[in-house]
């Protein structure tokens, strides 16, 4: 109930347990994880950028849909995801990384259409839907920097990361960007267009 409500206000939550183990005990495995005393919680809180909401309505307005990707929690996701305007609604829930496991890739496909907010997934799940949205008709550009990112972008018609992740991100990435300001997304997909448009 405590991790559920911290995480209700956008905290991630990691309970802190204690105990007493033999100093002469070499090894170590999962039956010594029980019996532990709570000690307390950390809360960690990573609020989104200023720049990010209007980024988002930015994006929207030139018919982007934008969905959220996370290993977080559910409540965490939608809390940020509420701040930000980007919130699911009763009838398009978070679909949960267990789920999607349960499903073959064309019920992916069709899951991937309705959902906005995907919580609690591996690399694996992650890539995943950016092959289902793929495989639906969708151009996917794919925004992460971490490890756990590295297989989506490469998944992706368009891998993005920032100058700041972890380098097997910036390795996967097709487009590295070096701002800090979201706003360049939608600056860029502008570009881009006028670029094409020329072209032809």
């Known amino acids: 109930a405590v991790t559920q409500a911290l995480g209700a206000e956008g905290l991630r939550v990691v309970a802190v347990a204690a105990r007493h183990l033999p100093p002469e005990q070499a090894r170590y495995g999962v039956a010594d994880e029980a019996g532990l005393t709570l000690i307390g919680y950390i809360g960690f809180l990573d609020p989104p950028k200023e720049t990010a909401a209007p980024a988002l309505a930015r994006l929207a307005a030139h018919g982007i849909v934008v969905k959220v990707l996370t290993g977080d929690s559910e409540v965490v996701a939608l809390h940020v995801c509420r701040q930000v305007g980007l919130a699911g609604s009763a009838s398009d829930p978070v679909l949960l990384g267990s789920q999607i496991e349960a499903l073959d890739d064309a019920a992916l496909q069709a899951e991937v259409e309705r959902h906005i907010i995907f919580a609690k ?40 990361s920032v100058d700041t992740a972890v380098d097997i991100a ?14 360049v997304l939608g600056d860029g997909v502008m570009e881009g267009r006028k670029t094409f448009a020329n072209m032809l």
């Open 121 to 160: 997934l591996t690399p694996l799940h992650k890539e995943r839907i950016v092959r289902a949205l793929r495989a639906g008709g969708h151009v996917v550009g794919f925004m992460g920097d971490g490890i756990n990112d590295a297989p989506a972008l490469r998944a992706a018609d368009i891998g993005i």
């Open 170 to 183: 910036k390795e996967a990435a097709d487009i590295i960007l070096l701002e800090k300001s979201l706003l």
